[in-house]
Nanobody, 123 residues
Framework: QVHLVESGGGLVQTGGSLRLSCAAS????????MGWYRQAPGKQRELVAS???????NYADSVKGRFTISRDGAKNTWYLQMNSLKPGDTAVYYC?????????????????WGQGTQVTVSS
């Protein structure tokens, strides 16, 4: 009953910017933590950035200083602002969240994933 829908991907030139959004809907009691992952062809999925409900953030070394994760709790939405993009950032980006559904209680805390959105940075 919980669904994550992401948007904002696209094609940009080196040095450009994109803003990804992820919106969670359904029977949600609380969102404990939110994040963004990415997966490039031939590579494993990796954590890009994460944020807790209290606002603590964590970033991969490769994106520090360029990407910013933020959240809007009232809308169950979080964002990834991507600046100074490089060709190495090209990947499918997935939003992720640890969510407690309304029906199941704490024991039902589950990791949810969005459908993925393509980010391509041209050289």
């Amino acid at each position: 009953q919980v669904h994550l829908v992401e948007s904002g991907g696209g094609l940009v030139q080196t040095g450009g910017s994109l803003r990804l959004s992820c919106a969670a809907s359904g029977s949600i009691a609380s969102i404990i933590a939110m994040g963004w992952y990415r997966q490039a062809p031939g590579k494993q999925r990796e954590l890009v950035a994460s944020i807790t409900s209290g606002g603590s953030t964590n970033y991969a070394d490769s994106v520090k200083g360029r990407f910013t994760i933020s959240r809007d709790g009232a809308k169950n939405t979080w964002y990834l602002q991507m600046n100074s993009l490089k060709p190495g950032d090209t990947a499918v980006y997935y939003c992720n969240a640890d969510i407690v559904p309304s029906r199941g209680g704490w024991f039902s805390r589950t990791d949810y994933w969005g459908q993925g959105t393509q980010v391509t940075v041209s050289s």
